[in-house]
């Protein structure tokens, strides 16, 4: 089908993991998001891509690391997971810089 | 420092009523918003968007009016219907410069639209 899929759906890990959360769009859009949601802060940006191999950062980007080898692709790692990055995840992506983005369904992420 | 402000937490509407969703924005670089609707356990879906050079936009039940005088957007759900009954948010955007096309979303206003 396509759409933008998002996995896991939810995640458990320990501080200290390595955790990468994964994001898959078929609709070949250039444009790339990903989000953190926390209880009155609505969603900010973490780090965004426009195409293959271009990223940059967002709002809060500290201890977050992206890749974006396919254009289809655009995983989000936590190289050492803290209890502060316990929050809900959302990948989005976009055709165009200034259109609507169309989000997956998130990841809910629970760092013990 | 919010930039975008959606000062009120939740909202309850009778349903076929009118529901009024504000959003305050501090940005003057700010020139195309976007509404989005939540559902629990689901991503956020685009409803409706508007750029600073129009004041309105309609898609069928959904209104958005811009304000940019007072930095103000609100969205009217005309008539409200318990299928309604979500988080919306609202988000802002520059067209220019190295922010252009990151979006900064409000908090979130949870709807209620009862039978």
């Known amino acids: 089908d396509a759409g933008i899929t998002q996995s896991p759906r939810y995640k458990i890990t320990e501080t200290g993991r390595q955790v990468t959360l994964m994001c898959h769009q078929t609709w070949s859009h250039s444009y790339m998001f990903w989000y953190r949601q926390d209880l009155g802060h609505g969603l900010r940006l973490i780090y965004y891509?426009?195409?293959?191999?271009?990223?940059d950062k967002g709002e809060v980007p500290d201890g977050y690391v992206v890749s974006r080898s396919k254009t289809e692709n655009f995983p989000l790692t936590l190289e050492s997971a803290t209890r502060s990055q316990t929050s809900v995840y959302f990948c989005a992506s976009s055709p165009r810089r200034n259109q609507p983005q169309h989000f997956g369904d998130g990841t809910r992420l629970s760092i013990l | 420092d919010q930039q975008v402000k959606q000062n009120s937490p939740s909202l309850s509407v009778q349903e076929g009523r009118i529901s009024i969703l504000n959003c305050d924005y501090t940005n003057s670089m700010f020139d195309y918003f976007l509404w989005y609707k939540k559902y629990p356990a689901e991503g956020p879906t685009f409803l409706i968007s508007i750029s600073s050079i129009k004041d309105k936009n309609e898609d069928g039940r959904f209104t958005v009016f811009l304000n940019k005088s007072a930095k103000h957007l609100s969205l009217h759900i005309v008539p409200s219907q318990p299928g309604d009954s979500a988080v919306y948010f609202c988000?802002?955007?520059?067209?220019?410069?190295?922010?252009?096309?990151?979006?900064?979303f409000g908090q979130g206003t949870i709807l209620t639209v009862h039978p």
């Open positions: 891509s426009a195409a293959a191999d271009i990223t």
């Open positions: 988000a802002a955007s520059p067209n220019r410069g190295t922010s252009y096309g990151k979006l900064t």
